[in-house]
């Protein structure tokens, strides 16, 4: 890995230069949330955040306040390390993460004229519309780097204040760069791109099942019976129930478009028609769809990274971009997926 990493970001016509802060609270994609920017995050909670994403214990978008999905994070790097589940920063896991205090909680990284081009887009609420897009890209350069660094405008804006979107300006943010960009060389350029700017790592551990609990609201990837890793999931409603069963992952689908049929939805309009709609992160499965031995069942990506966990799906496995791009480099075509209640 290079010693020092330029961000690669974008700038839509007339954002260049804009405060982060205004960005921040700027309209975007219906998909994605712009609250206001709020205080500095408490950097504890944030340091631990980036040690538990590193070592692939996820903690859904890092953002230095907690919530259900840093304790669930915790409590499977505890019982992946033997030590008393509790789901708090305590002792005993503040000592068992000490010895990866050389990875500090934030990084200052330097943003390059060369970085600076779009196109970026207004996701339309109707599907009919977003078909006519070419991508389902993101809003805006802050939304862009917030994926990129797993965390949200908000958390950028913060750790940021008074700070613009220029070029050569020094920004900081969670220090999640991978360990390796050497990607398999059998996967397609734009999909080793998207992996890269995801800050995904090329190195990950290798799985022989996953397993999706409804009861603890997580993906694990399990070799044998080690606890490789885990991620926050939201998985099913009442509507579309997640479907309790050994099921097997067929194959997996990079920068997928997505097939849009209102049969398959009980909340679609009666008005309603199909459509194909562009891939992209903004779109209905994210960056990648892994492919189930149900019909129309599988594990993706969202467009919205700060739901995770918190909002209810169609019945499918719903994880972050960068984490369900983590757990593709995870596993491979005929892995089993068991989810129990």
Known sequence: MKSRFVASLCLVAGTAGLSIAALAQAPAPAAKSTAPAKPAPDMTTLHVQVLLDHLGFGPGVIDGRGGLSTKLALQGFQRARNLPVTGEIDRPTLRALARYKAIRPVRTLKVAQSDIAGPFFQIPDKEADQAKLPALGYANPLERLAERFHTTPETIAA?????????????????????????????????????????VSAVQPQGD?????????????????????????????????????????????????????????????????????????????????????????????????????????????????????????????????????
């Open 159 to 199: 750790l940021n204040p008074g700070g613009r979107v220029a070029a050569g300006v020094a920004l900081r943010f969670p220090n999640i760069l991978p360990a390796s960009r050497d990607y398999d060389a059998k996967l397609k350029p734009e999909w080793r791109q998207t992996l890269s700017m995801l800050n």
């Open 209 to 341: 099942r996953i397993v999706v609990d409804k009861s603890e609201g997580v993906l694990k990837v399990f070799a044998g019976e080690k606890l490789l890793a885990q991620f926050p999931a939201t998985m099913g409603s009442e509507h579309d129930p997640l479907p309790l069963g050994t099921w097997k992952v067929q194959g997996m689908s990079y920068l997928p478009p997505f097939h849009y049929n209102p049969d398959l939805f009980w909340d679609a309009s009666s008005k309603d028609e199909k459509a194909l709609l562009p891939p992209g992160p903004n779109g209905p499965v994210g960056v990648i769809w892994m492919d189930l031995n149900k019909p129309h069942y599988g594990i993706h990506g969202t467009p919205k990274p700060e739901t995770i966990g918190r909002s209810e799906s169609h019945g499918c496995i719903r994880l972050t971009n960068w984490d369900a791009a983590r757990v593709s480099l995870m596993i491979k075509p005929g892995t089993p997926a068991i989810f129990q209640a």
